[in-house]
C-alpha cells in the first residue's frame, strides 16, 4: 500500500476551520478504501505568521517543503498585510519554485448549489480551466521611474516562453482529447490589443493544434469569453489561459457553480520533478474565522484534485458525488448556502454520504 507524506498550510482567517475538514474526509476516504495511507506536517505559515515574524513563509520554506509528496493549502489573507505581500511571498513562491506550471479549475454546477444563471442546468455548466500558473502577467517583472514624482510611471512586463506556453497548451489538448464531453479546447486571447504576448499565444495554439486533428478548437477574445461563460456556458469543454486571464474567468466560472464555497483548485508540476498545491480558492474571511460558519465544500473537493494526482489509477468521483448527496438533503449547510449547520457538522455529513 503507498503512503502518502503530506505538507500541511492551513493559513489565515477559515483556513484552520476548512482544512481540519478537508483533511477529515481524506482520511476518512482512505481508511474505508484502503487505496493508501497519509502523515501529515503541519507548517503555521501565512500573513499571521507574517505579523509574528515579517517573513510568510522561512527564507528556505521551498528546502522543507520539496520532498513532500503534495502540500495541501487552507487560504491566505488577513488584515494589515498587503495582498501583494501574501501572494508574492508565499503563494507565487511556491507556484514558481516548484515550477506549478499548470493550475487546474473544475467549473461544476452540482444539483442543489445555487446559479445565478436561472435556465442553466448541472448538465450544462461542466467544464474545466486549464491556467497557466508560473509566467505570464503574474512573472513579476518590472520596474518604477520617477518614483514619487509627477512623471512617475510603473511598468509591468508580461513573460510567455515558447517552452512554458507549449507545455500548459499540450497539457490541455491532452485532457480535451480523453474528454468524454466534446474533445474542445477553447483558447482565451486579447491579441486584438495585446500585440506580442497574446500574438505569441496564438501562435503556439494554432501551431500545437495541428498535433491533434481530434480536438475541436476555437478562440476567444477574454471580454468575449466573459459573457459567452453567461450566455452559453455548455459550449465550453476544457479552457486555457494565461494567468491573468485565467485568474480572471474562473472566478466567474465559480459564480456559476455556486459561489467561492465551491472553488476547488490544483497546482500541478506537470513532470513530478517537485511537489504539487491543492487549494481552494475562496479566501480566508477574517469576518467570520473562528465561528465555524464557514462553508468547507471547496476544501474537500479539493482533496479530490489531490487524490486524482497522487491516486490516478482510481476514480475518486464519490467525494464530489457526496458533497452533491449533502447539498441536496440539504439539511447540513452552512449559512452562506441557506442552512445554520456548523463547518464542522458538514463534514461529517459529507462522509457519512460517501459510497464506497
Same mark, same amino acid.
Given at each position: 500500500?503507498?503512503?502518502?507524506?503530506?505538507?500541511? !498550510?492551513?493559513? @489565515?482567517?477559515?483556513?484552520?476551520?476548512?482544512?481540519?475538514?478537508?483533511?477529515?474526509?481524506?482520511?476518512?476516504?482512505?481508511?474505508?478504501?484502503?487505496?493508501?495511507?497519509?502523515?501529515?506536517?503541519?507548517?503555521?505559515?501565512?500573513?499571521?505568521?507574517?505579523?509574528?515574524?515579517?517573513?510568510?513563509?522561512?527564507?528556505?520554506?521551498?528546502?522543507?517543503?520539496?520532498?513532500? @509528496?503534495?502540500?495541501?493549502?487552507?487560504?491566505?489573507?488577513?488584515?494589515?498585510?498587503?495582498?501583494?505581500?501574501?501572494?508574492?511571498?508565499?503563494?507565487?513562491?511556491?507556484?514558481?519554485?516548484? @515550477?506549478?506550471?499548470?493550475?487546474?479549475?473544475?467549473?461544476?454546477?452540482?444539483?442543489?448549489?445555487?446559479?445565478?444563471?436561472?435556465?442553466?442546468?448541472?448538465?450544462?455548466?461542466?467544464?474545466?480551466?486549464?491556467?497557466?500558473? &508560473?509566467?505570464?502577467?503574474?512573472?513579476?517583472?518590472?520596474?518604477?521611474?520617477?518614483?514619487?514624482?509627477?512623471?512617475?510611471?510603473?511598468?509591468?512586463?508580461?513573460?510567455?516562453?515558447?517552452?512554458?506556453?507549449?507545455?500548459?497548451?499540450?497539457?490541455?489538448?491532452?485532457?480535451?482529447?480523453?474528454?468524454?464531453?466534446?474533445?474542445?479546447? /477553447?483558447?482565451?486571447?486579447?491579441? =486584438?490589443?495585446?500585440?506580442?504576448?497574446? &500574438?505569441?499565444?496564438?501562435?503556439?495554439?494554432?501551431?500545437?493544434?495541428?498535433?491533434?486533428?481530434?480536438?475541436?478548437?476555437?478562440? =476567444?477574445?477574454?471580454?468575449?469569453? %466573459?459573457?459567452?461563460?453567461?450566455?452559453?456556458?455548455?459550449?465550453?469543454?476544457?479552457?486555457?489561459?494565461?494567468?491573468?486571464?485565467? @485568474? !480572471?474567468?474562473?472566478?466567474?466560472?465559480?459564480?456559476?457553480?455556486?459561489?467561492?464555497?465551491?472553488?476547488?483548485?490544483? =497546482?500541478?508540476?506537470?513532470?513530478?520533478?517537485?511537489?504539487?498545491?491543492?487549494?481552494?480558492?475562496?479566501? %480566508?474571511?477574517?469576518? !467570520?474565522?473562528?465561528?465555524?460558519?464557514?462553508?468547507?465544500?471547496?476544501?474537500?473537493? /479539493?482533496?479530490?484534485?489531490?487524490?486524482?494526482?497522487?491516486?490516478?489509477?482510481?476514480?475518486?468521483?464519490?467525494?464530489?458525488?457526496?458533497?452533491?448527496?449533502?447539498?441536496?438533503?440539504?439539511?447540513?449547510?452552512?449559512?452562506?448556502?441557506?442552512? /445554520?449547520?456548523?463547518?464542522?457538522?458538514?463534514?461529517?455529513?459529507?462522509?457519512?454520504?460517501?459510497?464506497?
Amino acid at each position: 500500500m503507498k503512503h502518502f507524506k503530506l505538507a500541511v !498550510i492551513a493559513g @489565515d482567517g477559515i483556513g484552520t476551520e476548512v482544512m481540519d475538514e478537508g483533511i477529515k474526509v481524506l482520511k476518512y476516504y482512505l481508511e474505508k478504501t484502503g487505496y493508501a495511507t497519509v502523515s501529515f506536517d503541519y507548517f503555521p505559515w501565512g500573513c499571521e505568521y507574517y505579523h509574528k515574524t515579517g517573513e510568510m513563509m522561512p527564507e528556505n520554506g521551498l528546502e522543507i517543503l520539496k520532498d513532500y @509528496d503534495s502540500i495541501l493549502l487552507g487560504a491566505v489573507g488577513y488584515p494589515g498585510v498587503p495582498d501583494h505581500i501574501s501572494l508574492r511571498d508565499l503563494l507565487l513562491k511556491i507556484r514558481q519554485g516548484f @515550477d506549478q506550471a499548470v493550475n487546474l479549475r473544475p467549473i461544476k454546477l452540482l444539483n442543489g448549489a445555487p446559479c445565478p444563471l436561472k435556465f442553466k442546468t448541472p448538465e450544462m455548466i461542466d467544464f474545466v480551466v486549464i491556467r497557466e500558473n &508560473v509566467e505570464g502577467e503574474y512573472a513579476g517583472n518590472g520596474y518604477f521611474e520617477n518614483r514619487g514624482t509627477d512623471a512617475e510611471v510603473a511598468y509591468q512586463t508580461g513573460v510567455f516562453t515558447r517552452k512554458n506556453t507549449d507545455r500548459i497548451m499540450r497539457y490541455a489538448f491532452d485532457l480535451a482529447q480523453k474528454s468524454e464531453k466534446g474533445k474542445k479546447l /477553447t483558447s482565451v486571447t486579447k491579441s =486584438n490589443a495585446l500585440n506580442y504576448s497574446m &500574438v505569441f499565444w496564438d501562435e503556439r495554439f494554432k501551431a500545437i493544434a495541428a498535433d491533434y486533428p481530434g480536438v475541436k478548437t476555437e478562440n =476567444n477574445h477574454v471580454d468575449a469569453i %466573459s459573457m459567452y461563460f453567461i450566455q452559453r456556458p455548455e459550449s465550453f469543454d476544457v479552457v486555457v489561459a494565461s494567468n491573468l486571464f485565467g @485568474d !480572471i474567468i474562473t472566478d466567474l466560472g465559480a459564480a456559476l457553480q455556486g459561489g467561492l464555497g465551491f472553488a476547488a483548485s490544483a =497546482n500541478l508540476n506537470i513532470e513530478g520533478t517537485y511537489p504539487s498545491m491543492f487549494e481552494p480558492v475562496h479566501g %480566508s474571511a477574517p469576518e !467570520i474565522a473562528g465561528k465555524q460558519v464557514a462553508n468547507p465544500m471547496a476544501m474537500i473537493w /479539493t482533496v479530490k484534485l489531490l487524490l486524482d494526482h497522487l491516486l490516478p489509477a482510481y476514480k475518486h468521483d464519490s467525494i464530489v458525488d457526496a458533497i452533491e448527496k449533502t447539498l441536496v438533503d440539504a439539511k447540513t449547510l452552512t449559512p452562506d448556502l441557506g442552512g /445554520t449547520a456548523k463547518t464542522a457538522a458538514v463534514g461529517d455529513a459529507i462522509c457519512q454520504a460517501l459510497t464506497f
